[in-house]
């Protein structure tokens, strides 16, 4: 791999948007990606002042997405889609249509028809289409995955997977209600409480099992401050007859973004909980309880390129967004010289519309009251 960064472009992500800094920070803490040109904001002020504050040439911060495609060329190894997910579908398929490289936020589109559409313009472009899902970048959750692919859970039974946050009926000190972006505050067939969200406990679930949802029983509500759906509990079947049941919700108060996965084995179980990442907990059939962390024996989270600093001092967000950005420039030099770009660490169009259909099946299901099969 080159020692120089690679050429990265953002649409959208200015530093005040919900993870363009985050973003920005990751791409660099490795320096292997260096932020050249962006298209930030519709709105010209915030856009100038975002180029400024990431140090982009003023002629290489530009007032839309096609003026930067058509201006940049091959300058640029990626673009990375940082807008609001009802806009992405247009924007990846102008990307590749022009030649681009096309990193994006989740959720990749709103429906797995319009993911399809693009999985279809990416291979006729023999284009490169990457998605982010961050949580999987975590050093103990890579850990679990290969204690879960050299059976020390031994066979997988059933889990659960939660990721309950507070932001839709927390107040402020003064009693003041939230101000979503107006976006988050519009369900379409498509609860946008699901793409912010279910699509995590989605990827999260086949990273660490490999497993694919087969059929779901869905209950949802709106119970906080805004007109939208904000509480989902569901049961799923996967393959491997393997039984889970997951609850997401932007209305569960005291929960900041409590997103933990428990799995359970038939020789032992493990949980992970986001706001301790640094620690995984393993029960085990003999009764014996091991909190695992990079200091213990562990295989995977000891890597070198988890170890930034040593054990003690906790990585934590910015870090497995890092993580992921060191994959995807991986993954990019392998599909500059020719190859497909093939990761075990990235997903593109496939593991979207897998996605996209479950959570179509969870929404029928929330309307029948029925299990409903994931098409």
Not at 230 to 239: E, G, P, Q
Not at 298 to 309: I, N
Not at 338 to 361: M, P, T
Request: glycine letters at 8%.
């Amino acid at each position: 791999m080159s020692n120089l960064p690679l050429n990265l472009g953002f649409v959208g992500g200015a530093p005040d948007s919900a993870v363009g800094y985050a973003h920005y920070c990751a791409s660099r803490m490795d320096n292997l990606w260096s932020l050249k040109a962006g298209a930030f904001s519709t709105h010209a002020e915030a856009n100038k002042k975002a180029g400024e504050t990431y140090g982009v040439a003023e002629d290489r911060t530009y007032g839309s997405l096609g003026e930067m495609l058509e201006k940049e060329g091959d300058a640029l190894d990626a673009v990375v889609i940082l807008t609001p997910t009802p806009l992405h579908h247009e924007m990846i398929l102008q990307c590749l249509n022009a030649g681009m490289r096309v990193i994006c936020e989740k959720a990749m589109a709103l429906t797995s028809g319009e993911a399809e559409e693009l999985r279809q313009a990416c291979e006729a472009s023999q284009g490169y289409l990457a998605v982010i899902y961050n949580y999987s970048g975590y050093p103990m959750v890579r850990e679990l995955r290969r204690m879960i692919d050299q059976g020390e859970l031994g066979e997988i039974l059933h889990f659960q997977a939660e990721m309950p946050q507070e932001g839709y009926l927390r107040t402020d000190a003064d009693g003041n209600k939230p101000c979503p972006q107006q976006w988050r505050l519009k369900d379409g067939p498509m609860p946008i409480l699901h793409l912010d969200l279910a699509v995590h406990l989605h990827e999260l679930i086949h990273y660490l099992t490999g497993f694919t949802p087969l059929e779901v029983v869905a209950d949802q509500a709106s119970r906080g401050w805004f007109d939208v759906v904000d509480n989902v509990n569901c049961l799923c079947r996967y393959t491997e007859k393997v039984q889970g049941q997951m609850w997401f919700s932007k209305c569960a108060l005291g929960h900041r973004n409590g997103l933990r996965l428990r799995l359970y084995g038939s020789k032992a179980s493990a949980e992970w909980f986001q706001a301790n990442p640094e620690e995984l907990e393993v029960a085990y059939a003999d009764g014996r309880r091991v909190k695992l962390d990079r200091a213990s024996s562990v295989s995977v989270a000891s890597e070198q390129r988890y170890t930034r600093f040593k054990a003690g001092h906790p990585a934590g967000f910015i870090e497995a967004f890092a993580n992921l950005y060191r994959d995807l420039a991986d993954s990019v030099h392998d599909h500059k010289q020719g190859g497909s770009g093939a990761s075990r660490e990235v997903f593109g169009a496939d593991l979207s519309i897998e996605g996209l259909k479950f959570l179509e099946a969870l929404v029928r299901s929330s309307k029948s009251s029925n299990w409903e099969k994931v098409q």
